[in-house]
């Protein structure tokens, strides 16, 4: 059931709540969190759709909220507030409430809010893009527990990881740590099977992809050795290879789905390791609302202190100049003769 609300308020769109649980014979509120979600006009669906389908594991009230542009001096300045309710199968196993804030109202976001969030349930702020700089100090994320964002939707990752770690509030989380939590757990086991002291690791992965930085950051971190990062054509993560005095642990991903684990003196295994959608990732996070100890420790280890991580080209750089030793390599050669 979907309901339309133009030039409304918070009250009415909460009196629209109820007659919409009301007509499809569910009066009671089921729901165990409010899950608010900061977006824009373009990115809208694909974020309702995966904030639904996680819902199904969390039933919750989902509140987007869409910040409208204004393109004329006037229409800066005027305050307006249209809305869509959705109950029942058009929201998932929840409530979904769609907020498109115009004017002057963009900039009081948490007034329209706040009179929608669940009694007594805890509040969940996630930005799929467009995190502001401190999570916490927004007016949005200081309504919420948990603040989730996305340094793989930032147009510098690495910078994005920084900033992350100079603003770490407990409450913080980042969907590019979520990622790496099938690997962690999988080199954890096989760290738990060997009783080896790692040396070194490398951490193997595309450019410019905050799960492959996080990942060798809590290597470095709790094994307190070096790691360096390395680049590959990808998908996502490829492979890890932690160097122990008994041999090469290495867990390879060339394909993105399925990986193989290789230790010394144990047969090769194949281990499903897919990559996945951003709805199981967010089910992930809405699991636990205590602070995250472990992210907090990884993100403030710092991106500068990894080995090996290449440094993203300026555009439209021109290619370096040849060494001089090497522009005289050629008249050497050509002496020899």
Not at 64 to 74: D, F, G, H, L, Q
Not at 150 to 174: C, F, I, K, V
Not at 301 to 330: D, I, M, N, S
Request: overall charge neutral; glycine content about 6%; hydrophobic content about 40%.
């Amino acid at each position: 059931m979907k309901i339309d609300l133009t030039e409304t308020t918070s009250s009415k769109i909460n009196q629209a709540l109820v007659a919409a649980r009301r007509a499809i014979g569910t009066p009671a509120i089921g729901m165990v969190l409010t899950l608010v979600v900061v977006t824009d006009e373009e990115n809208a669906y694909d974020a309702l759709k995966s904030a639904g389908d996680a819902s199904r594991e969390h039933p919750s009230r989902i509140i987007a909220v869409i910040k409208r542009v204004s393109r004329s001096p006037r229409s800066r300045r005027d305050a307006r507030l249209d809305a869509e309710v959705r109950v029942g199968s058009d929201a998932g196993t929840g409530e979904t409430v769609v907020l498109r804030l115009h004017g002057e109202l963009v900039n009081h976001a948490q007034s329209v809010v706040l009179p929608l969030l669940l009694p007594d349930a805890p509040v969940v702020v996630w930005w799929p893009q467009g995190a502001p700089a401190d999570p916490a100090k927004d007016p949005l994320g200081a309504l919420a527990q948990r603040r989730i964002t996305d340094a793989y939707a930032a147009e510098d990752p690495g910078s994005e990881l920084s900033a992350r770690a100079d603003t770490y509030n407990p409450g913080d989380t980042d969907l590019a740590w979520t990622r790496i939590t099938p690997w962690r757990s999988m080199l954890a086991a096989a760290l738990d099977q060997q009783h080896v002291e790692v040396v070194s690791a490398t951490v193997e992965g595309e450019s410019e992809n905050p799960s492959c930085e996080l990942l060798a950051m809590w290597l470095a971190d709790r094994l307190k050795v070096p790691v360096e990062r390395t680049v590959s054509a990808g998908p996502g993560l490829t492979a890890v290879r932690m160097e122990t005095k008994n041999g090469v642990i290495v867990l390879d991903r060339p394909d993105g789905s399925l990986a193989t684990l290789s230790m010394q003196g144990q047969p090769d295994r194949a281990v499903a390791l897919k990559r996945r959608d951003t709805a199981e990732l967010l089910a992930e996070e809405l699991r636990r609302l205590d602070p995250d100890n472990t992210y907090a420790a990884t993100v403030k280890f710092g991106v500068a202190k990894l080995g090996g991580r290449p440094e993203p080209e300026p555009a439209g750089a021109a290619a370096a100049p040849a060494p001089a030793a090497a522009k005289k390599a050629p008249a050497k050669k050509a002496a020899s003769k």
